[in-house]
């Protein structure tokens, strides 16, 4: 069995926070934690009395889940999130949740956030080599340069987990046994918020529409973070020009750059350092499965930026879906209000706070921010506000 299963063996939860002993599959060595049953307090013939009932049913039809990697210690910001997520989405859908952590859950985190969730709840171990520093790399240049970093005032500059973090979204979240039998992830994150009811399916969204990868906001990543990606990704092209998709979005990555054909092999010009915010994520997990990404991954993994320098998933997310895929392929949620600290995105059209659908300042708006790149996005890809709506004035 995978160690990634091995360190939890997890109790069923009730509503009320007790542990229900050996209903969840927990016997010694069980690993997917699955919890299909909760108590709850039922009234009968005036008697109260807790019962255990099945956990709801999963409404929505995708193969799909909501997915946060998280610290125990972010309990509360984890159920904040849920909160959000739970009464904007997924009580109409009931979605599982997978979490994921670099250390064994603890059981208040399992009981707490396993009574926010409307589905069934799924907890996961991330195996040791994931989450560690490869043999390849060379701990006195990682050392060094992250004093470098350090020096420039650069956010997470001296933080190794934050590395490590990044890596495992770049390259290994994908692979959790967890996540196997699922073709859908939402990336959803410790501490933001959800503005906007969302009363459709995204999921069934993504697969009826064609789409791989859902965002809604886009930023310029800090140079000094990623000196080398651009170079590092246009040599993998140059070594595996077959992954050039036709009609990619080079052009939101390099300024006045046409599209390159599929199987070109050089790609010109500067990065512009625009990338999809990744903390918010609607994805088809089989994007990261496919040979292209797993190469891109290994390539860039061998070469040690996640250590030698600090490069993020966003980047890595972006340039990978950027350039591996068409851009048709990639959708802009403009219907969706988010907050991640510090920045928030709200929908601009009229229906969207007339209707009572959204809580949101219009003027609390990320997209035409100065640091946005969505207008760059709206240049190359049009822009996605939904059709005959109109824009506040
Ligand atoms: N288990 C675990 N999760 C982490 C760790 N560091 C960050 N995360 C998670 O990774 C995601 C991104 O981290 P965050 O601190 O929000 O970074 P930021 O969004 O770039 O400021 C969040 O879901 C965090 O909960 C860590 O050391 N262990
Ligand atoms: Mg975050």
């Known amino acids: 069995m995978d160690e990634s299963y091995h360190e939890h063996c997890v109790w069923a939860v009730s509503q009320t926070s007790k542990r229900v002993p050996g209903i969840a599959g927990c016997a010694r060595g069980s690993i997917r934690v699955v919890l299909h049953l909760r ?6 013939k005036g008697v109260k009395q807790n019962r255990l009932i099945p956990a709801p049913q999963q409404i929505g039809k995708e193969k799909a889940t909501l997915l946060m990697l998280v610290r125990n210690r972010e309990l509360s910001d984890a159920l904040k999130s849920m909160r959000a997520m739970e009464d904007r989405f997924n009580r109409k859908f009931r979605y599982p949740w997978v979490f994921l952590n670099d250390e064994p859950f603890t059981h208040d985190f399992i009981n707490y956030t396993t009574g926010m969730a409307s589905g069934k709840t799924y907890y996961g171990s991330i195996k040791k080599d994931q989450w560690s520093i490869p043999h390849h790399i060379d701990q006195d240049k990682v050392k060094v340069n992250m004093e470098k970093l350090v020096s420039k005032n650069v956010i997470y500059a001296g933080s190794m987990s934050y590395r490590h973090m990044c890596r495992y979204n770049s390259g290994f979240f994908y ?13 959803v994150e410790p501490g933001v918020d959800y503005y906007c009811d969302i009363d459709y ?3 069934e969204f993504m697969r009826t529409h064609d789409k791989m990868y859902g965002f809604v906001m886009a930023m310029y990543e800090y140079q000094v973070t990623i000196e080398t990606l651009w170079d590092t990704t246009k040599e993998f092209i140059r070594t595996h020009p ?10 939101f990555f390099v300024d006045n750059h046409p599209p390159t054909k599929a199987g070109e092999k050089e790609i010109t010009g500067d990065y512009n350092l625009c990338h999809f915010w990744s903390n918010f994520e609607i994805a088809n997990l089989g994007f990261w499965r496919s040979q292209a990404y797993q190469d891109y991954f290994s390539y860039l993994d061998s070469v040690g930026g996640f250590f030698y320098e600090r490069w993020g998933d966003a980047p890595v997310h972006s340039l990978a879906v950027g350039l591996f895929l068409p851009k048709s392929k990639v959708h ?5 209000g988010y907050r991640h600290p510090p920045y928030s995105r709200c929908p601009q059209d009229v229906e969207s706070h007339l209707s009572g659908r959204c ?4 003027r609390d708006h990320f997209d035409d921010d100065g640091y946005s790149c969505l207008p760059r996005w709206w240049n190359v890809a049009g822009q996605n506000v939904g059709a005959g709506i109109k824009l506040m004035d």
């Open 359 to 362: 809580l949101c300042s219009r």
């Open 332 to 336: 802009h949620f403009g219907d969706i």
């Open 242 to 251: 077959q992954y050039l998709a036709s009609n990619n979005s080079l052009d």
């Open 39 to 44: 108590i709850r307090l039922v009234q009968r």
């Open 175 to 187: 692979r959790h046994p967890l996540l196997a039998d699922y073709q859908w992830y939402w990336r």
């Open 201 to 203: 399916d995204v999921f």
